[in-house]
């Protein structure tokens, strides 16, 4: 085991990881598989809409969040 896996942060570390989170946005949920998963660089609107990667995500998206009823 790291024995400084321990110690806080230094200084640089700190100032990188707080300048990353302000140059890069935070991508949404419901297109973070269209930005890290596909290989495409650029979808014409018909295609996004039928993409088949983006809707099973967006399917385990809702069904991730959506209330539990069969607890009841």
Known sequence: MNKTSNKKPGLLRRL???LSKRLAPRVPDEVSCCEFDCR???CVAGDW???TLR???ADRL???H???HEQG
């Open 40 to 42: 495409r660089a650029e």
């Open 62 to 64: 809702r069904e991730r």
């Open 55 to 57: 809707l099973d995500y």
């Open 66 to 68: 959506a209330p539990d």
């Open 16 to 18: 990188g990881s707080s």
């Open 49 to 51: 809409e039928r993409c």
